[in-house]
Each structure stands twice: as C-alpha cells, then as structure tokens.
C-alpha cells in the first residue's frame, strides 16, 4: 500500500473528517489513477484510506477514516446499500431519486440517479472511475434494476484526466424514461438530458411552488430557466391560467410543451419562449407586462468563489428585472445552485436587486436541495442549492 505524507499542520481539515486534500497538503508519495493510498500526517499517524487523483488540485478523497476498514467489494456494497438504505427512510414522492450523492454517501466523485426502473450514473474522479465495473455490479445487484446508462461526460473528469464517457454500462435499450413526480409525469432522456436527465434537487419546491400558486391564487406564472417544464407543470397543477416558459435549449422546450398534455393540461395555458431570459425580462417590461408569480432558476453563474463577483452581479441583475416584473403582492421564487455563492451572499444579492428595483418584499421561506441530496455536517462544499421566496410588497 504506497503512502502519502502530508505537510505539517496539513492534518487537520481530514482530523475534521474534510474528505480532501488539496495538492499543496502533500509532502511526498504518489500512486497510479484511482489507486487506494494511505493518508499519513507528518508525524506518519495514519488519517485515512483514499483514492489518488494524480492530475487533480483536490490530490486526495477519502474512502475511510477507519484503520481497520478494508477499501474492497464489501467497501462499496456497505456504502452503497447504507445510501440507498437512507433514500428508503426519506419522504421522496417520486420513483425518480438521487441514490448516491458524492461525498455526502462517502463516495467522492459518485452520482447514482434512479429513474423508475432505470439507473444514471457520473463517475467523476480516478477512484470512482476504477471501480466502475465493482460498483456498477453492485448497484444493479442493490436495487434490483438491470439497466444502468453512464453520464460521465460534466467537465470535471477531464480535471482529473478521464476522459468524457456515456453509454450503456449495463443493460440496454431505450434511453427515454417517463417518471412519476409528485401528482405528476415527466419524461426525460438518460442520453440527453442535462446532468442525469432531470433536476431531481428541486423536487421538492416544485410540490412547494405549487402549493403556493394555489394558495395565493397566481394566475400568471413565469417560468425563467424553465428546462423541461418541472416548475410550469406544477404552476399548472397550482390553478394558474397563463404560465410561460423561458429557456435557451429548443429540446429542453419541446419538452416542457410536451409537459403540459402529458399531464392533461390546456396547451393554451403555456407558451414555451425559446430566448435569453435576461433580454426576455427586459423586453417584458418594457411591453408592460406584470406576472402573479416568477420563478428565477439560472444555472451555475459561480461555479467557485473566485467567480462570485461576477456571478452576483448577473444575479442581481435578474432578479432586478423579477421583482420589478412582480405585481404587487406577487411570488418570487429565486434559486442559485453556485456553489461560490452562499446563502448569506445570495441574500444581499436580493436585497440589493430589490434596492435597484425600488421593491420591498418578505422573505417567506428560505429552501435547500430535496433531501435525497443531503449535505453533511463535516463538508461545507455540499450546500449548493439555495432559494429565496419573496412576496413582493
Ligand atoms: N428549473 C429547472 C432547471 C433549470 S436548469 C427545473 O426545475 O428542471 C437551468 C436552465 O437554464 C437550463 O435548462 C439551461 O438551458 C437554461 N439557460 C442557461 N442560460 C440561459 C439563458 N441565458 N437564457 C435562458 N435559459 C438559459
């Protein structure tokens, strides 16, 4: 077993259970791709049991901070029967669920997404790239599926030197699913799709938003960053009779039509705009228009702190042009899933777009990720997704 010593000082943050280490920790040691090493202080007390990314900043992710624990079949099939054992105890009302969240499951680099009868996976670093052919056996053999289609194709593989991959990895066939979510049915494209398909970590405010276009008796909804409807179906099912539906991928669109009679509502009540939502809002109040409620869900604008500054300044700037767009009285749910931009960031982004726009609102529920995305006391990394829900004064 080859060792990697770190620097002196350099122990605490996996003392703290931190499940990486930066390149600059490493004193001397070095391993092939994805090889099991043993992680040692200066003063050589052993750490934990890791993979070695040879290529990547994050050098080193934990396995185990147990000495006695072996990094084995019986390794992954313990962790991974624990993850899915959780997602069994959590209040999900779907059959589409995120069963293994990275390094909150204590797999670092590993995403597993049930859709129905159907597993998605990202194998994101060396270590969960070595032991595909282990773990893909044992998801099958956990879940009782027999289909697992690979999305290794996000940017942070070639971080750390693998190349993009996508493809059956077990099983075959077709790779269009149709999932049951909340009162509702979506379709998505395991080969396709962003990410694994779908965006399983706003189950839950979707079922929340529309509760609260019920609730508040939205008529006119607009659904910024809409990809494939999930928000403007449940604007529908709320009771809303205008919902209209902004985003930049025909296909995700097409989608989000298709949304609307699939789950048997008037195609008269949804308008898909293919457009920027940017000059979308623009454009919108310069015609005058005022919507009952608006959902804000860009993408990633800071996918690290460096990118804050910049990022906040395109936040603010939608959610400028939402709140002024807003009726009085009128929701805005608005979301950032930056990493590099934290809750606390994210606030004063709002307030000062409300300060722009001359708004006031109430903060009437602050939201995270569903819970089959769960964060862990000891990595901070993990919280990513946050949202605001604001009532426009
Ligand atoms: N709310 C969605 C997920 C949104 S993901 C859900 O619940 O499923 C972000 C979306 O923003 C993607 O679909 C992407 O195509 C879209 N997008 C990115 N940049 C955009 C832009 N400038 N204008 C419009 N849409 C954009």
Redesign the pocket.
């Known amino acids: 077993m080859k060792v990697i010593r770190l620097r002196e000082g350099k122990d605490r943050s996996l003392l703290r259970r931190h499940p990486w280490v930066f390149q600059g920790s490493i004193d001397k040691g070095k391993a092939d791709p994805g090889e099991t090493v043993r992680v040692e202080s200066a003063e050589g007390k052993f750490l934990c049991w890791a993979s070695f990314s040879p290529t990547s900043m994050i050098r080193v992710r934990a396995w185990s901070f147990d000495e006695h624990e072996r990094i084995d079949e019986a390794f992954f099939q313990r962790k991974i029967q624990a993850a899915i054992a959780l997602r069994a105890r959590m209040p999900i009302a779907s059959d589409a669920v995120r069963l293994i969240h990275g390094e909150a499951d204590g797999l670092p680099g590993l995403i597993v997404d049930r859709y129905g009868s159907t597993l998605c996976a990202q194998f994101l670093s060396a270590g969960t790239e070595k032991w595909k052919g282990v773990i893909a056996d044992l998801l099958l053999a956990a879940t009782g599926l027999s289909r697992l289609y690979e999305r290794s194709d996000s940017g942070v593989r070639t971080l750390e030197g693998l190349e993009p991959v996508t493809g059956w990895l077990r099983g075959d066939g077709d790779t269009a699913v149709v999932i049951s979510e909340h009162e509702w049915k979506l379709s998505l494209d395991v080969a396709e799709g ?1 990410k694994t398909g ?2 399983l970590d ?1 189950r839950d ?2 079922k929340k938003f529309a509760d609260l276009v019920r609730h508040y008796g939205c008529q006119s909804v607009l ?9 403007s179906v449940a604007a529908l099912a709320g009771g809303a009779t205008e919902v209209v539906s ?4 025909a296909p ?1 669109l097409a989608r989000a039509t298709a949304h609307v009679e699939l789950n048997g509502f008037d195609p008269a009540r949804h308008t898909a705009l293919d ?6 809002l623009r454009d919108m109040l310069k015609q005058g228009r005022s919507f009952d409620a608006i ?1 804000l ?3 990633k604008f800071a996918p690290t702190a460096a990118h804050a500054e910049r990022a906040a300044r395109a936040y603010k700037d939608i959610n400028r042009l939402g709140l002024k767009l807003l009726k009085p009285g009128g929701l805005l749910f608005t ?1 950032s ?1 930056s990493g590099g931009v934290g809750p606390e960031l994210f606030h004063k982004i709002v307030a000062g777009a409300g300060m722009d726009a001359g708004v006031d609102g109430f903060i009437m529920d602050r939201v995270g990720a569903s819970p089959d995305h769960p964060q862990t006391i000891y990595f901070p990394e993990g919280e990513y997704l946050k949202g605001l829900l604001i009532l426009k004064r």
């Open positions: 962003h779908y965006y706003q405010n979707r659904n910024c960053y809409s990809y494939t409807g999930g928000f902004v985003d930049s991928s995700a457009a920027d939502v940017n000059q979308t959902i869900d860009p993408p979301f899933c």
